[in-house]
C-alpha cells in the first residue's frame, strides 16, 4: 500500500519519468482498491467499465484516458495540497474529486480553436489560467466551464 512518506521519498529521489511510471501508469487504483474495497482480481474489470463509460461519452479511444491525482495514489501530487489525503467530504473538507487526464489531439484542437474564437473582454479574466495549462499541453476543464460560449 502506497503512503504519503513513500510518495515523498519517491518524489525527491526518483527522476520525473520514473515516478510517472511508478505512481501514474501503472495499474495501481486507490480509489477502487481501498476506497471502494474492490477485491484485487476485480479492480481491472471495474476500471475497464470505467474507461469504457469514458471512452464512449468523449468519443476517445479506450486507452486515451488515466486515471490520476488523490484517486490514483491515495494523496493530491498538487504542489499546494501537499500529499493531502482523498477525502470524501464526511468532515469539514471539500470532498476530493476523480481526476481524469484525456489524451486526445483531436479535442486538444477542437477547445484550442473554441477558445481562440473566444474573444470577449468577460472571458479575458481566464486568459492566464488558459495559457498556463494550454503552454503546458493541456486544457484544464474547470476553467472551460465557465465560458458559456466553450
Known amino acids: ?5 513513500m510518495i515523498k521519498n519517491d518524489l525527491l529521489s526518483l527522476d520525473t519519468h520514473d ?17 471502494l474495497h474492490i477485491p484485487n482480481d476485480k479492480v481491472l474489470d471495474i476500471l475497464d467499465r ?4 469514458i ?3 468523449f468519443h476517445i479511444s ?7 491525482g488523490s484517486a490514483k495514489t ?8 501537499l500529499l493531502t ?11 476530493s474529486d476523480i481526476d481524469i487526464a484525456i ?3 483531436n479535442l486538444y484542437q477542437h477547445y484550442w480553436d473554441k477558445m481562440r474564437q473566444t474573444e470577449k473582454i468577460q472571458y479575458k479574466r481566464f486568459y492566464q489560467q488558459l495559457t498556463a495549462s494550454i503552454f503546458r499541453g493541456y486544457i484544464n476543464d474547470k476553467i472551460l466551464m465557465e465560458i458559456p460560449p466553450i
Open 1 to 5: 500500500m502506497i503512503d504519503a512518506q
Open 19 to 35: 515516478f510517472y511510471i511508478k505512481y501514474i501508469v501503472k495499474s495501481n487504483y486507490w480509489y477502487f482498491s481501498e476506497y
Open 50 to 53: 470505467f474507461k469504457e463509460i
Open 55 to 57: 471512452s464512449q461519452n
Open 62 to 68: 479506450f486507452h486515451s484516458s488515466q486515471l490520476v
Open 74 to 81: 491515495g494523496f493530491s501530487l498538487s504542489p499546494s495540497k
Open 85 to 95: 489525503p482523498f477525502h470524501d467530504g464526511s468532515d469539514t473538507q471539500k470532498s
Open 103 to 105: 489524451i486526445s489531439e
